[in-house]
């Protein structure tokens, strides 16, 4: 069982910069592929960005590529989203999400929700024009 809990949301203007933090329980946290997602008011919870258990792969949704970064401290049981250049259609409730699937490979398959058992409760982002 893993347990996330988001953190580091907030109101902030267009242009500015904002780091989420989720914080995992558990032992195995480093063997879980890790991922951000968003839902922003009256549309579909949509991905942003996955991380690999050790790192070596990343991939980002083509609307944050090049503005949001993800990462991860296995020795904190931590995943971090760096959110830079923000604009008002980033307004949505971030949710972090793990997986310890491996039966499936490719990047399209950690964009899907349904390949993640574990979730956050989400964390408000507010970009304010």
């Known amino acids: 069982q893993v347990q996330l809990v988001e953190s580091g949301g907030g109101l902030v203007q267009a242009g500015g910069s904002l780091r989420l933090s989720c914080a995992a329980s558990?032992?195995?946290?480093?063997?879980?592929?890790m991922g951000w997602f968003r839902q922003a008011p009256g549309k579909e919870r949509e991905f942003v960005a996955t991380?690999?258990?050790?790192?070596?792969?990343?991939y980002c949704a083509d609307s944050v590529k090049g503005r949001f970064t993800i990462s991860r401290d296995n020795a904190k049981n931590a995943v971090y989203l760096q959110m830079n250049s923000l604009k008002p259609e980033d307004t949505a409730v971030y949710y972090c999400?793990?997986?310890?699937?491996?039966?499936?490979?490719?990047?399209?398959?950690?964009?899907?929700?349904?390949?993640?058992?574990?979730w956050g409760q989400g964390t408000q982002v507010t970009v304010s024009s």
């Open positions: 558990g032992r195995t946290f480093s063997s879980f592929t």
């Open positions: 991380i690999s258990s050790s790192s070596d792969y990343t």
């Open positions: 999400a793990a997986t310890g699937r491996t039966d499936y490979s490719g990047a399209y398959y950690y964009t899907q929700e349904w390949m993640y058992d574990y």
